[in-house]
């Protein structure tokens, strides 16, 4: 085996919460998937030869994740309580499909937060970015409380309606 390169390393960093829930969803527990996340790890280490950098990692590393959950239900099919492989495969795809569906939602909300004005953009980072409280925004702006409830309010209405538009394009 080979050191890992850099890429790889970053990769499969990047994408352990990612794996994590989607074990989560597969096994229905955050303790198995925990202990399923481990083995995956190991399985991806192991096989990081076979990586082709450049490819889609979270495919390749979702695809290994599944055969871990299937593996760990195996190990205790005895509980039974535990799902079926037929089962395992749809809440597998939904997993997927709910990924890929939040991933077009951040692209939108990127992309739109990128057309509000600067002041407005400012205002959500220091908010959300920053948690910075609404009275400290109202005091830095020099407005009532409320008012900048309202702003904020509508900022991010205006986000809302920004990226149900840009989803229905994806669509």
């Known amino acids: 085996m080979t050191p890992p390169d ?15 829930g989607y074990l989560v969803t597969l096994l229905g527990n955050v303790h198995d998937a925990h202990d399923a996340l481990q083995e995956t790890n190991l399985v991806l280490w192991r096989k990081m030869d076979d990586f082709t950098p450049g490819s889609n990692f979270g495919a390749w590393a979702r695809k290994c994740a599944y055969f871990q959950a299937l593996a760990f239900l195996r190990d205790r099919k005895r509980d039974r309580h535990l799902f079926d492989d037929e089962l395992l495969a749809q809440f597998a795809e939904e997993a997927t499909d709910a990924e890929h569906e939040a991933g077009d939602r951040i692209l939108a909300m990127r992309d739109c937060l990128t057309r509000l004005p600067v002041r407005h953009r400012q205002l959500i980072n220091f908010r959300y970015g920053q948690n910075q409280s609404v009275g400290q925004l ?34």
């Open 138 to 171: 109202a005091e830095d702006a020099g407005k009532k409380e409320g008012a900048m409830k309202m702003m904020l309010m509508r900022i991010r209405q205006s986000l809302h309606k920004c990226i149900e538009l840009k989803l229905k394009e994806v669509e």
């Open 6 to 20: 850099k890429e790889f390393v970053y990769l499969l960093t990047d994408w352990q919460n990612r794996l994590f």
